[in-house]
């Protein structure tokens, strides 16, 4: 390369691009009275599944993160002298640095486990005497693994808490929180002005066997108030589309839920449109829908926002990325935030981050 | 799950169960009177194995332990600016998280091996090499590794202390460090009370081939007016349970030693019980003596205590867990605080902890 | 072991011995005045090639370098709450544990990628994505790939900067600017009396396949009055022996370029002698040049150097450890330095560590 090139390409900008998803977290947090109260309960509970939570936790919850948002370098002790021991027993780098990341950044330690043939597991320990172990260890567990029961069978021995970061095809809430915080924080209006605007979600994607739709789908039933309609997009039966249950729960929440396999014809009508194309069964991942792609020729809504738990493949195409309508890095990176909230409270640390304590 | 079963599946109790053997440290303060000066050979030295120790020196790493265990937040900072290599050649989860632990809650920084194929070794450089690498790098080495010569290899090119975590059949000093101070913490008359009650120990192992026996039995030695008996228990000839030398070796100790192959007519008179089943040899495991297995239904004497290194298989039965007879997460508990002490002494830290210095 | 024995192979030294190339950084303090206008540019710019670094901005860095040397216990907030992505895609252990103790030495947080499995680039994700998703998770990324493209590919998307740690087969500017420190360290009269003695440099290597020897290259070539002559050692072709241009340009820039294949007829002569065997092609390494070692009996000049990027194999004989020729262990130990003056500077802490800011 000769140097000019060089230069070109070494060289690099700090600032994000103004259409990365730019709201402020101060509408949101200017949009949720704080309250404390709201919290306690997660001081000795584990996270497990979307279904733990209510509407007035979720939303202290989101305060939180927002507050962290609003503010990044201003608690870095809240996590002094705490151990994360983050235990990715199904390979992953995005969630784990996540976590890992939203630890570091308060000033606490971590312990990470990337291999599971390096654990007693391999060794036919039980997962009730690896809780045990970890209850000597550390603070906090973060723990995905695909065997579904994995996070269960490791709570019943736990006295710290635990987060569920994906158990299999069974549910993923902290990226579920992430998701609806994202959208809480693009429009505060919907927790502020209860009367007002209603927004209408579009999930492309197979809540049968995607953790991440599976979660998300539970939250946002919480707020049935504020979406006028929820079309799930995929090319399912419907007896494939929802588990035993799932669909008849979320009609019974309130929400206006619609199927559709014509994506270009839904798209027009979405305020958010949710994709997500990778389901982890087993120990491997299949690809559902690939034939449901966007794009920055996608008949999408003006202002309309489109969400994806990332890593993303041919289905979110990145002509869309230097667009208003790429909200999906944003995502992750308020992902961190709203974590930073959960893990401070799970470990009772709370009251070194809330104003009335 | 209907909300309800969710609740209580995800609700945890921070409290220990009381009968986890649970006897304070305090006592073994007592029992111990502080005396630096035994730890000053520990500045200059590897600890790599059990061989190395003489008694003064064990009491006070154990009054060290015993410190820390009582005072777990007093000492967050006194590994401030060390950093830690954590080498696991050979697989473990536990051991390596036990150390980590350690080193975290008193402030110090990490670095992780947990795969032997991408190190230098697969190129073929020699563990001299690695240690000399080391030495510009960390301050202190925990290694682990099948092949038995590593530890040794490393050692030579070492100007930084390094602990054997287990070298093939070899040795594990540190876990049977451990698991006296652990009978030691369960019972400090042995030391406050010279000419009192002493204990019968059983074993229930092969030290042939356990390294975790095998450095425990050393241990054991140095303390021999505090046993009646040790009787150990397996089904080899025992031209096949002991090294050349090792019987002879802890009898000339003053040891009243036993063997059994019969575990129900030895039970009913141990004070203290010592199980394990997996010796690890070359790059795998074997069991020994399956048909050696406890539970509660074991004639075991009431007060007895029951240690087990971890991690466990058949041979511990769960239904001993909610026992008093259960010391064996006490033992990993108080693994934590013994490396600590341990530690502390090798970087010439312990003038940030000792009272009199 | 006997007590004895036991006891000679557990105790050790922390002195270095006096042969490791002992050479205080102080006389290269003194040599460069310090100018930190110069570092100013490395506060937007990736670390991808040493041909980004002009003559100035270098010598700052290794003056920067000398003075963390001179003080290793002083600058231990630099990079307090800093976060440091470490991913090591290609196995390593060296080069990642020098980086990791660098940043740690100075306060920051890391979190490391030691398996390229464990990515989303098994589940396809574009190198583009995974810099977007590092930009939200941390303050500084070191990669090191046997992909050649891979550092160039996410430095697009980066709005942190990325160190190149190794791609492929193409550079490896870091391991370069600790060689060329460490030569400036042995000799600081090359910069303080630029009239003076010039030095005779021999390189036993490959240019064309080994990213160490070709990074060096570079950054002689910016020095071409410090040296009197340069001669390539190797048994190839000179059409294979460099890559299209390369030979040509580093005559440009004024250095006397020799070649050879009789390594014990350019020894005599040579002040520095810089030797490796290791060229990283794919997923595994080729061993190149096996007749050029260099031993004890070989005929070095009484002063004369001798560098070596490790792990070595047979090229290096472990003879020459113990004599003043063994500059390769102080090379290693200034890399450490090396590294924390570029991690300083690219995430703007320079201005911690100064003395004019």
Known sequence: MVRAELEAVVNFNRERPDVYGNAHPKSLLRAIQEDGDHLSKLTNKHVYSADQFDREELLQIFRLAAKYEANPDRFGTSLQGQILISAFYEPSTRTRLSFESAW???????MSITDRSTTGL?????????????????????LRDTNANSVRDMMGALRIPIINAGNGTDEHPTQAFADLYTILKWKPSLIADPGGEKINLCLIGLPSKMRTVRSLLKLVALFPECFSQVTIV?????????????????????????????????????????????????????????????????????GAIVLHPLA??????????????????????????????????????????????
Chains 1, 2, 3 share one sequence.
């Open 234 to 302: 995929n090319d399912q039966q419907q007896n494939e589309m929802f588990d035993k249950g799932q669909l008849e729960s979320l009609v019974q929440s309130g929400l206006n839920i619609q199927t559709s396999d014509n994506l270009q014809k839904v798209l027009p009508d979405a305020d958010v449109v949710y994709i997500n194309a990778i389901a982890w069964e087993g120990n491997s991942f299949n690809q559902y829908g690939n034939q449901f792609a966007i794009n920055s020729d996608s008949p999408l809504k003006k």
């Open 312 to 357: 993303r493949g041919a289905e979110l195409c990145r002509s869309l990325d230097n667009t208003a309508h790429n909200w999906y890095f944003a995502q992750a990176r308020g992902a961190v935030f709203l974590r930073q909230a959960l893990l401070t409270c799970l470990v009772r640390r709370a009251e070194r981050v809330l104003d009335i304590v």
């Open 104 to 110: 570091h950044r308060l000033g606490g330690d971590i």
């Open 122 to 142: 391999a060794k036919g320990e039980s997962l009730a005497d690896v809780g045990e172990m970890f209850n000597n260890y550390g603070d906090c567990v973060v």
